[in-house]
Every structure is written in structure tokens, then in C-alpha cells.
């Protein structure tokens, strides 16, 4: 609270001119009298790598809740892919979130079916021929690594290949916007890094991406867009940010030398 | 693809809750052998209190001095009452003939005629049949019963006897109707409570579906399906056994004893369809309690 006394640097550079993918214009959440998101604005444009950082209870979940539709703003208009997400009909919301990835921190993998069942059966459930399995997720498999590893279940694999699987479940779509909360919260720097680099690599392949994190290594050494939410606010949003806000980090390089 | 994937989910999820599974299964089962039972003894039962109604006649005895003037004005006596709808003469001679026939010796030891005439009423409905009674022979202030001619004794009637069987297949119909329902709603909340505890198990399943995109009936289907599976199971265990029971007790039983074939009650491929979509009903209803409670998508 007395930390944050800077104003919002909201810092709108070279932004390209395609359409915004998610749009928040003045988004307000109120649980009861907690607020959790408050007066949110901000564009992201498609292709972007963000990252929201902020603490816990920052207000973080929250946007990515209200993204897909799992909440309802108490006030303000939420666009993705220039539609007004408060027009979506309850019966509309499934096909909405099929083209949402989305990662988690506990990667919630089904545990009884092996690597290649998990990628498939988001596949499935979306009423996927049997021909577009066998031909999709293999692919995936090849990208995030795990072509060794198809017929391994959950509790055979590592922290970091179990979320490798949870990113290919969420990208077998090739879905335009990806949403990960926490993804490298359960991993060793090591782990994180190749997790990462396995998001910036569906980045690049034109997938917006969103990462909530508290990962400050990771951002620092990304220099992507960063948004930092403060008590369900955003107080910063740079284009190359840091984890931290400019002068913490420059007192902290000066600690370190 | 679809079918096949919602068979292959609810069949996985019988197997892995094998016990609540087969609970829920159990009590179909019991509910419908109740009903495959109950449901031909009630119709034959009432078949058969039927057909005693339909019976119920009033006896007019005439005093056995009376003389053919007496039986002549009694019959246009009633001829005049209401609800009666036909009247058969029975004379003392002719009601001599049939009882000497069937018992021929105690009507030889007797020698005389000791018979009365006899006036058959028929009612045009049963519940009438007081009516007519108390218009011939109305009750006298002291509590007894006059008649309403001189040369009638007595007016009898068989009522007794039909209120006897009519109140006994009441308190069947409804013992077996409550019965049916108790086992109807816990054969429901067992179903439900496998939905639910199978629910419970695969909420990690759910919430993934959810997350990638699944419909809301996606998601419903293999639970709709593994209680009607359940249902269908015991549904067509419970036809079976019948069938077994029906073939091993009944058959032999019923060339011997008329009354067990009652032409009332059901054919047995129809008693088994309605068995069968009764199981299939329970099963939904339980699984549908417990999708519209527990599984918020």
C-alpha cells in the first residue's frame, strides 16, 4: 500500500495496429465488498507476450477468471477478439473458451490417462474426429518435447515435463490467445526457463499469450510487456518491463554489485 | 465418435465405483421384482372382487305359506322399485330341484318341501344394492328390520361377503403402492448418491472438460448414461428372474389352480417392457437429482 505511490506508467509503445485481441475498459470485480480487479484498462494486441505480475490477492486470478468468462465484471466491458464478452450467451461460453489455452500452476492433468490421452481428450471433448487426433497431437507432442514420452502417465514424469503436457493440452487447438497463471509456480528455475521458452516459442507462432507470475528471474531476463497489478489495480504496464519497477531493480543491481 | 466416447466414460466409471455401483443396481433390481409381482396380483385380486360385484344380488324370501296372488303382487312390487334392473322367480319347487341335486340325501330324509320362494334382484349397480334393500325392508325405529309386504319374510343380501373382499384388495392396493413408492424413492436417492459419489471422483475430469471447451451436455451425457446403464441392469436382471420364477412356480402351478390364471393380469412381455422403462425412469430421475445438485457447469 505505501509501496506503490507512484502513479500508473501506462505505457502504450509500439503497439502495432492490428486488432486488439483482449480488451479490458474500465473492468471493476467486487466480491461482496472486497474488490478483486478495479477499474482495469489496458489493450493487448495480438502476437503480445505479457506478463501480470503483482502479489498474491493483486488481482491477478481474477483477470484471468473474468477472461474466460468464469466470473462476471460488476462493471466495465471486457473485448476479446473485438466481442463483447458480456453478450455471450451462457450456452456460447464452451465455444468461446475452446479458443482460450489455458495453464496452471497444479497443471491439472488427469492422472489415470497417459501423456497422448491427456493432449487428446481436450481434443475429444471438443468433439474432434478420431482422424484430427491422431493427426494433431502427435504434432504438439513433437513441439513441447514429449514425443518419448506418450504413453507415460502423469506420475511418471517430472514437474516440468507434466506441465510440458499441460502446455500442449492447451495449445493443441493452436488457440489465438493463451492464458497461463503461474506456470513455473510448482518449478525449479531450470524447469522454468525450458517452460518459458516453450511459451515464447507458441508466441511466435502468432498465439497471444498471458502470464500471470511471480517468476521475477523470468521477467527480468524476458523484457516483455509487463502489467503489475497492486490490490486490484494496475499500477504499471511497460512495454520491456522488469519484475519490479525500474528504481527497485536498479537498487537492487546496485546490491548486487 | 460421440456415442462411443460417453459409453466408454460411464462403463469406467461403473467399474471404478464397482460397489456403490452395484448397490444402486441392487435396489432397481428388488423395486422392480416388488413391482413384476405385485403388479399381476393386484390386477387379478381386483379382477376378482370384480366379478363378485358384478355377482352381488339381493334375495327376496317370501313367507312359505304364500300363495301365487302374494308372489304376483310382490313382483309388480318390485318391478316398481328403483335401481332394481331384473327380477328372476325362483319357486319353491324349482329351488327344491337344485338343492335336492346337491345334496340328495339330507333332501331325502326330509320329505317336505321346506323351501320358500324366491325373488333374485339384480341391482343396476352394485353400491345400489342398499337402496333397494331399504325400500323393501326399511329399518324400524327399535333397530330391527319390517318389510314393506306381508308375505315377505326376509330380505338378504350378499353384501357382507363382497365388502370383505372389496376391503381386503384395498389394503393390497395400497400396501403394495406404498411399498412401490418407498422402494421407488430409494432406489432414486440410490442412484443419485452413485451419480453423486462418481461425480465426486471425476470433478478433476469435469473441470477439465470445462476448461477446454466442453458443452454442458458433453459433460452430462456419460453420468445420464451410467445411471441408466445401472437402471437397465437391474431392470433386466428383475425381467429375467421373473421370467425364471414365472416358468419354475407359476406355469406348473396354474394348470392346476384356475384362479392363479387369471385372464385379468398382464402378459408377461408387456409386464417386462413396463418393468424395464420403469427401471430406466428411476435410473434418470436419480442421476438427473444429483447432475442438477452437484455438477454446476
Wanted: glycine fraction near 8%; charged fraction near 25%.
Amino acid at each position: 500500500m505505501a509501496t506503490v505511490e507512484a502513479d500508473p506508467r501506462v505505457l502504450a509503445a509500439a503497439r502495432s495496429s492490428a486488432p486488439a485481441v483482449v480488451e479490458f475498459r474500465g473492468v471493476s470485480k467486487r466480491y461482496g465488498t472486497d474488490v478483486g480487479l478495479f477499474d482495469a484498462t489496458f489493450t493487448v494486441g495480438r502476437g503480445e507476450f505479457v506478463f501480470l505480475v503483482g502479489a498474491t490477492g493483486s488481482g491477478k486470478s481474477t483477470l484471468m477468471r473474468l477472461l474466460l468468462k468464469e466470473l462476471e465484471p460488476t462493471a466495465g466491458a471486457i473485448r476479446v477478439a473485438g466481442r463483447d464478452l458480456s453478450e455471450l450467451t451462457r450456452r456460447r461460453v464452451p465455444y468461446y473458451r475452446r479458443n482460450i489455452g489455458m495453464v496452471f500452476q497444479d497443471f491439472k492433468l488427469l492422472p489415470n490417462r497417459t501423456v497422448y490421452d491427456n493432449v487428446a481428450y481436450a481434443l475429444q471433448v471438443t468433439g474432434h474426429s478420431r482422424r484430427e487426433i491422431r493427426e494433431k497431437v502427435p504434432d504438439v507432442l513433437r513441439l513441447t518435447g514429449l514425443s518419448l514420452k506418450l504413453h507415460h502417465y502423469p506420475d511418471q514424469l517430472s514437474g516440468g515435463e507434466q506441465q510440458r503436457v499441460s502446455v500442449a493440452r492447451a495449445f493443441v487447438n493452436h488457440p489465438p490467445l493463451l492464458l497461463a497463471d503461474e506456470p513455473t509456480g510448482n518449478l525449479d528455475p531450470e524447469t522454468s526457463i525450458g517452460i518459458m521458452q516453450l511459451l515464447y516459442r507458441i508466441n511466435r507462432t502468432g498465439s497471444t499469450v498471458i502470464v500471470a507470475t511471480h517468476d521475477s528471474a523470468m521477467v527480468d531476463r524476458m523484457r516483455r510487456r509487463v502489467i503489475e497489478l497492486h490490490t486490484g489495480r494496475i499500477v504499471r504496464d511497460e512495454a520491456t518491463g522488469l519484475y519490479a519497477p525500474q528504481t527497485t531493480a536498479e537498487f537492487r543491481a546496485l546490491l548486487e554489485d | 465418435m460421440g456415442l462411443a466416447f460417453f459409453v466408454r466414460e460411464s462403463l469406467r466409471s461403473i467399474q471404478r465405483n464397482a460397489i456403490p455401483s452395484f448397490a444402486a443396481m441392487a435396489s432397481v433390481l428388488v423395486t422392480l421384482l416388488v413391482l413384476g409381482v405385485f403388479i399381476p396380483v393386484v390386477q387379478a385380486t381386483t379382477g376378482a372382487a370384480n366379478e363378485v360385484r358384478s355377482k352381488v344380488m339381493l334375495d327376496v324370501y317370501m313367507k312359505t305359506d304364500a300363495r301365487p296372488a302374494d308372489d304376483e303382487r310382490v313382483r309388480a312390487l318390485l318391478g316398481r322399485t328403483d335401481h332394481v334392473r331384473k327380477v328372476e322367480f325362483v319357486s319353491k319347487q324349482q329351488a327344491y330341484e337344485h338343492e335336492r341335486k346337491r345334496n340328495p340325501e339330507a333332501y331325502a330324509l326330509l320329505g317336505s318341501n321346506p323351501l320358500p320362494d324366491t325373488f333374485r334382484v339384480t341391482p343396476d349397480r352394485p353400491e345400489n344394492i342398499g337402496r333397494i334393500r331399504n325400500a323393501l325392508s326399511p329399518d324400524t325405529p327399535s333397530g330391527g328390520r319390517t318389510v314393506v309386504d306381508p308375505a315377505i319374510d326376509e330380505v338378504k343380501n350378499r353384501k357382507d361377503e363382497t365388502d370383505k373382499i372389496l376391503s381386503a384388495t384395498r389394503v393390497v392396493k395400497v400396501m403394495t403402492g406404498v411399498l412401490a413408492a418407498l422402494l421407488i424413492l430409494a432406489s432414486v436417492l440410490l442412484v443419485s448418491n452413485t451419480i453423486r459419489l462418481s461425480l465426486f471422483a471425476r470433478r478433476r475430469e469435469v473441470e477439465v472438460m470445462k476448461l477446454v471447451g466442453a458443452t454442458d451436455w458433453f459433460i452430462r451425457w456419460p453420468f445420464v448414461l451410467e445411471g441408466v446403464f445401472l437402471g437397465a441392469l437391474g431392470g433386466v436382471l428383475a425381467v429375467l428372474l421373473l421370467a425364471v420364477g414365472k416358468i419354475a412356480l407359476l406355469d406348473p402351478l396354474e394348470r392346476d389352480f384356475a384362479l392363479l390364471s387369471a385372464p385379468q393380469t398382464v402378459s408377461f412381455a408387456v409386464l417386462g417392457l413396463v418393468l424395464m422403462l420403469a427401471a430406466i425412469g428411476v435410473a434418470a430421475a436419480g442421476s438427473g437429482l444429483s447432475l442438477r445438485r452437484f455438477l454446476r457447469v
